[in-house]
């Protein structure tokens, strides 16, 4: 069974810094992709970046291209996202989502698994 454990999510200042983590079980990281998405109030949940470890292949969205840093541990099975320069609209909660095969795609519907979310809040 495949399983994802979201965590590292807070308060932050704007301008600030926060990482968060995505355990994997049940799923080697190779021939898989495992993504980040994001879901504000009221709002549609959005890619944000994804990773497939057999290539180091990586997508951004626009919005957090040059701020967010998506990166995997192989040898842990988790991912990472570094997210720098914080804004208030990055305000969500952050979901991580895996799926079989090496192509990378923040689309929403290509994921199976994925985790419970966690809440990131950026104050202005």
């Known amino acids: 069974e495949v399983q994802l454990q979201a965590s590292g999510g807070g308060l932050v200042q704007a301008g600030g810094s926060l990482r968060l983590s995505c355990a994997v079980s049940?799923?080697?990281?190779?021939?898989?992709?495992i993504a980040w998405f994001r879901q504000a109030p009221g709002k549609e949940r959005e890619g944000v970046a994804c990773?497939?470890?057999?290539?180091?292949?990586?997508v951004y969205s626009d919005s957090v291209k040059g701020r967010f840093t998506i990166a995997s541990d192989n040898a842990k099975n988790t991912v990472y996202l570094q997210m720098n320069s914080l804004k208030p609209e990055d305000t969500a909660v952050y979901y991580c989502?895996?799926?079989?095969?090496?192509?990378?795609?923040?689309?929403?519907?290509?994921?199976?698994?994925w985790g419970q979310g966690t809440q990131v809040t950026v104050s202005s």
């Open positions: 990773i497939v470890s057999d290539n180091d292949d990586t």
């Open positions: 989502a895996a799926k079989f095969g090496v192509i990378t795609t923040t689309i929403r519907e290509n994921y199976a698994y």
């Open positions: 049940g799923l080697t990281f190779g021939n898989s992709a």
